[in-house]
C-alpha cells in the first residue's frame, strides 16, 4: 500500500500561485507514475499533470500547460504542483494519485490505485 497525503491549498486571488504538495508514504518503491487530479463541484474528476517517478517524464492537461508545473523530490518521496496565473476556474479539490501500473494511460484516473484525501484549491475573481 501507499498513502498519499495533500497540503498546500488554500484561497487565493486570481493570477495569484499556489504550490500544492503530496507526501507518500509505505511501498513508494513501487510507485511508477504519481499525478494530480482535481474535481470541482457538479463535475468530473480531471486530469491535471503526471510525473514519472523515477524519469524526467511528465504530461499536462492542456488548461495547465505552461502554468502549472509538476516536479518531484525522490529523497523526500514528496511530488509538487507549483500553480501559478492562477484563474477561477482553477477552483477545484486537488487530489494526489499514484500507480504501480506500468502503461501509457497517465490521464485516466483508473489507472491510478492509491489517493490522497484532496486539498481544496478556491481562487477568488
Same mark, same amino acid.
Given at each position: %500500500?501507499? %498513502? #498519499?497525503?495533500?497540503?498546500?491549498? *488554500? #484561497? &487565493? ?17 513501487? &510507485? ?11 463535475? $468530473?474528476? $480531471? ?27 525522490? @529523497? ?10 492562477? $484563474?477561477? $476556474? ?11 501500473? !506500468?502503461? @501509457? ?10 489517493? *490522497?484525501?484532496? !486539498? %481544496? =484549491?478556491? =481562487?477568488?475573481?
Amino acid at each position: %500500500q501507499v %498513502q #498519499l497525503v495533500e497540503s498546500g491549498g *488554500g #484561497l &487565493v486571488q486570481s493570477g495569484d500561485s499556489l504550490r500544492l504538495s503530496c507526501a507518500a508514504s509505505g511501498r513508494t518503491f513501487s &510507485v511508477y507514475i504519481m499525478g494530480w487530479f482535481r474535481q470541482a463541484p457538479g463535475k $468530473e474528476r $480531471e486530469f491535471v499533470a503526471a510525473i514519472s517517478w523515477s524519469g524526467p517524464s511528465t504530461r499536462y492537461a492542456d488548461s495547465v500547460k505552461g502554468r502549472f508545473t509538476i516536479s518531484r523530490d525522490n @529523497a523526500k518521496n514528496t511530488v509538487y504542483l507549483q500553480m501559478n496565473s492562477l $484563474e477561477p $476556474e482553477d477552483t477545484a479539490t486537488y487530489y494526489c494519485a499514484a500507480t504501480s501500473r !506500468t502503461g @501509457a494511460s497517465w490521464s485516466l484516473a483508473s489507472f491510478y490505485n492509491y489517493w *490522497g484525501q484532496g !486539498t %481544496q =484549491v478556491t =481562487v477568488s475573481s
